[in-house]
């Protein structure tokens, strides 16, 4: 199994030898699986190797007996993704639930006037649950040329799901692929004409409304896999993992691929999970998974000519 990105970091935020655990949804996660069964097998794919060891190291210092290795993978980087893939490949005959975890929203700024008036709206629940129109993020490209919230959030993702497609498709035991989208996704920051968001500056809301139309395509293509969501601001990532666990537990074939599946918390603090239908037209979601394709085959080409040209 692989695990989205455990989120760790040493306390000043750089690299070092024993960095401190910085504790996201993805390794809270690991914990609420591990507690659930030990006995399965983790593979925690991390674009930083300290930080993975130090996930290991914490997460076993809870569960001794547990199997848990590690994969270098950076989701911004096709060459690293497609490397990530084929070691996967070498690895393991199966992969049973893919946690598609990882996602960036970088310099995030927030803008006070719709802040202010939205606090002293009927609408202040939904501002802080959702985050709706509230930050704007500057983006940028990567070595690939690509708009980075994009690569790292979407395709990245998308790219490593294909390449190992083999290893998710057995009539047998369906393999369940769970991604992390957001309540922040939202159908008016996305446009097909540019779904990288090049031109806006809700390059986040756009990537988790891309993820959740992906979901709705890759559901129709395979039928094996299901997408999921973490609700909200998340007040713990123990809260942020509530729905992801839920989905570890469920037959995916029981799943309705339109529904996303939210993380939610209670004013008393029980942790819950509630379905909400995505506000998506299936047409749109083939169209997006088309222009993919096409766009994966376009940016594999030209990396394997750069890597040709360095030969
Ligand atoms: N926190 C919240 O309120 C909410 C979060 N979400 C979503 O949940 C997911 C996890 O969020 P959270 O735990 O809060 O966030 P964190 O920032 O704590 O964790 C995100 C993880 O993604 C990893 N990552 C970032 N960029 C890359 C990359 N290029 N390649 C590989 N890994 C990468 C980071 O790795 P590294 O340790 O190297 O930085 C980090 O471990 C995200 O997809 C987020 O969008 C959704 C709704 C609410
Ligand atoms: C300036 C003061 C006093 C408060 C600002 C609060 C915001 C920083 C905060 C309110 C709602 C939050 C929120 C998110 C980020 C931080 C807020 C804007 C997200 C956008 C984080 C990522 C997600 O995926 C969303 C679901 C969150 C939605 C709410």
């Not at 998710?168 to 990288?196: E, G, M």
């Not at 993820?211 to 998340?234: G, K, M």
Request: charge should be neutral; aromatic fraction near 8%.
């Amino acid at each position: 199994m692989i695990d989205g990105p455990s989120s760790l970091q040493s306390p000043q935020g750089h690299h070092n030898s024993s960095p401190k655990v910085r504790r996201g949804i993805g390794l809270a996660l690991c914990e609420r699986l591990l507690t659930e069964d030990d006995q399965i097998h983790l593979c925690l794919a991390c674009r930083n190797m300290q930080r993975a060891k130090a996930a290991r190291i914490s997460l076993l210092s809870l569960h001794p007996a547990a199997d848990i290795s590690i994969l270098q993978v950076n989701l911004g980087s096709l060459k690293s993704v497609c490397q990530a893939a084929t070691e996967v490949k070498q690895r393991y005959r199966q992969v049973d639930f893919l946690y598609l975890n990882a996602g960036i929203m970088p310099n995030p700024c927030i803008n006070l006037k719709v802040f202010l008036s939205g606090l002293f709206s009927r609408k202040v629940i939904h501002m802080f649950t959702t985050g709706e129109g509230l930050l704007t993020q500057k983006d940028q490209i990567t070595d690939d040329g690509l708009q980075e919230v994009f690569e790292t959030n979407v395709f990245g993702h998308f790219v490593l799901i294909r390449a190992i497609e083999p290893l998710l498709c057995h009539v047998d035991s369906p393999s369940q692929l769970i991604w992390t989208s957001s309540s922040n996704a939202r159908k008016s920051a996305f446009s097909l004409l540019d779904y990288q968001h090049i031109q806006g500056q809700e390059s986040y809301s756009s990537s988790k409304y891309a993820t959740d139309l992906l979901s709705v395509a890759l559901n129709r293509h395979f039928n094996q896999q299901i997408r999921i969501f973490t609700n909200s601001f998340t007040i713990t990532p123990y809260n942020g993992a509530e729905a992801l666990l839920w989905l570890f537990r469920q037959k995916p074939e029981l799943l309705d691929p339109l529904l996303k599946y939210h993380s939610c918390t209670s004013g008393l603090g029980n942790n819950y999970v509630e379905s909400r239908k995505m506000n998506l037209e299936e047409e749109s979601s083939e169209l997006f998974y088309q222009k993919l394709l096409e766009l994966e085959k376009q940016t594999l080409k030209k990396l394997s000519e750069s890597e040709e040209e360095y030969k």
